[in-house]
């Protein structure tokens, strides 16, 4: 089991950045692919993107591919989401979530829906003005 804590939001105007930490405890954080999802009020939980255990392979979801990016550092235990570019509709809150599968093979697979992931955070606030 995964715990995970979630940080770095906040409120930003429109085209500013921000980035989004998530610290992990528990042990053999780099044996699980790692994701980032966000839910506006009154929307379904959205995918945003994946990493994989190792670090070499990520996924990205077309409404936010080119403007986020998604990394992590296995030595600290911590994922990141960096977010560049960001419009209104990004507005959300932002949780992180650990694969319910460890050590995914192959490692290029991912998953993406969020019953897929077994542990989550309980997410932080982004709002992007206009």
């Known amino acids: 089991q995964v715990q995970l804590v979630e940080s770095g939001g906040g409120l930003v105007q429109a085209g500013g950045s921000l980035r989004l930490s998530c610290a992990a405890s528990?042990?053999?954080?780099?044996?699980?692919?790692m994701g980032w999802f966000r839910q506006a009020p009154g929307k379904e939980r959205q995918f945003v993107c994946v990493?994989?255990?190792?670090?070499?392979?990520?996924y990205t979801a077309d409404s936010v591919k080119g403007r986020f990016t998604i990394s992590r550092d296995n030595a600290e235990n911590t994922l990141y989401l960096q977010m560049n570019s960001l419009k209104p509709e990004d507005t959300a809150v932002y949780y992180c979530?650990?694969?319910?599968?460890?050590?995914?093979?192959?490692?290029?697979?991912?998953?993406?829906?969020?019953?897929?992931?077994?542990?989550w955070g309980q997410g932080t606030q982004v709002t992007v003005s206009s």
């Open positions: 979530a650990a694969d319910g599968v460890k050590q995914r093979r192959p490692a290029y697979t991912f998953p993406v829906d969020a019953g897929d992931f077994g542990s």
């Open positions: 528990g042990r053999a954080f780099s044996s699980y692919a």
């Open positions: 990493i994989s255990g190792g670090g070499a392979y990520t």
